[in-house]
């Protein structure tokens, strides 16, 4: 098993990166020997991966990543360069290779300060004489500063410096940014893909692994979560019944607390796994006595924790929110295939006696403009609405319909 074999539906990117990743080892030996680079490389010191949600971005990207820091002697017998099994490969693979480096987002933006020790590395030689890689996540969520800091570092980079940036597509960066990059587009897995990739390697039932692929229109990552994780299928279960819910005013405004304190709930797990590790690490690594006491002069660097913390928790309560509204539009536009007569596959075949029965109390045009509702509430929460207002006017327009 490779790096590669685990990106789903996306040939065509794979033989492209495989190749780049040939040449970057090319271009490394070169180096070593003190030779002259390669002619016509297809490596290049800045790539964009873009697609929709569930294609697999920051995956293809992190095996781009391990392939670029494979030390299999497979390699120089020819082999593809991501073997999936060497120190390089696993330990980029799981975020502890000291050449990779991945940025993510906690809160609604990437900071300008959460970039600048990144951009500093950039800089710097790889500490194992191969490449030194920059992930960002999130390139969408760069806001101007710490765009403008990327931008420089992408303009001018050090000669074994690969930054890899994932968005959307490629409206969500910088035209100046992504004019450095070279582009790849993917796209969204089939769901026999996914339900495939979930038997061969998470071991899921087939019955499942379809039922699971199909309800998550092949978003991988969701897909994988729904067939492990009993309790967000418990959630799941739990958005597909709000339609059915939603009669009166007091009935949305009951639904639309639920389904935020749902979120909140989430996040609040998420903080109990992370938060107490990461700030007794900190205290540790910052010398703190018995009791927990800091050294004099460290507890800024405590109180900027504390923050990102904060502003995880919040990210994580409206990805999570997120999360239900992609389940509440797949159920809606199941109603819309029905009462158009569609032939296309119902997504939510576990829901098919409430898709039926919406579908036959109300009209297409009040479908869609129950989907707008849904599309609208999701706008006002990229605009920081608070999560309770948005929601509370997105379940009064489902009732209204």
């Not at 906690?106 to 191969?130: E, Q, W, Y």
């Not at 004019?179 to 071991?203: I, K």
Request: one cysteine or more; hydrophobic letters at 45%.
């Amino acid at each position: 098993m490779t790096v590669w074999d685990d990106l789903v539906g996306q040939q065509r990117v794979s033989e492209q990166l495989t190749a780049a990743a040939r040449d970057a080892d090319a271009l490394v030996t070169a180096a070593a020997a003190g030779a002259p680079a390669p002619a016509a490389s297809k490596m290049t010191h800045a790539w964009l991966f873009t697609g929709p949600p569930g294609a697999g971005r920051h995956q293809t990207a992190r095996a781009f990543a391990a392939a670029l820091q494979c030390v299999s002697p497979d390699r120089a017998l020819g082999g593809v360069p991501g073997c999936g099994f060497c120190d390089g490969c696993h330990t980029a693979l799981i975020g502890t290779h000291a050449d990779v480096s991945t940025i993510t987002a906690v809160g609604a933006m990437i900071l300008v300060r959460d970039m600048r020790d990144t951009v500093r590395k950039s800089f710097t030689a790889p500490a194992n004489g191969r490449w030194q890689v920059i992930l960002v996540e999130d390139a969408e969520r760069l806001n101007e500063s710490s765009a403008n800091a990327v931008l420089k570092a992408v303009e001018e980079p050090a000669p074994r410096t690969v930054w890899l940036l994932c968005a959307p597509s490629v409206e969500d960066v910088l035209p100046t940014i992504r004019s450095r990059c070279r582009h790849l587009n993917l796209s969204t897995p089939s769901v026999d893909a996914v339900a495939d990739l979930l038997v061969r390697r998470e071991g899921v039932e087939p019955d499942v692994a379809a039922a699971v692929a199909r309800a998550t229109q092949g978003h991988v990552d969701r897909a994988r979560r729904l067939a492990t994780d009993p309790a967000a299928r418990e959630r799941r279960a739990a958005v597909l019944k709000l339609p059915l819910r939603v009669d009166d005013v007091g009935s949305a405004l009951k639904a639309a607390q639920e389904l935020v304190d749902a979120a909140a709930e989430d996040a609040r797990q998420l903080a109990e796994q992370m938060d107490t590790k990461e700030t007794d690490e900190l205290k540790a690594a910052l010398g703190a006595v018995q009791g927990g006491r800091l050294p004099r002069g460290t507890a800024g660097v405590v109180k900027d924790l504390e923050d990102m913390q904060k502003r995880r928790r919040t990210r994580t309560q409206r990805d999570s929110l997120d999360v239900a509204l992609t389940d509440l539009t797949s159920f809606y536009r199941d109603v819309l295939a029905l009462q158009l007569g569609s032939r296309v596959a119902l997504a939510n075949t576990d829901a098919e006696e409430a898709l039926e029965r919406l579908a036959r109390g109300s009209s297409p045009e009040s479908t869609l403009r129950r989907l707008e509702s849904i599309a609208a509430c999701r706008d006002a929460l990229d605009r920081n609405v608070a999560p309770l207002l948005a929601v509370e006017a997105m379940t009064m327009a489902l009732r209204a319909g």
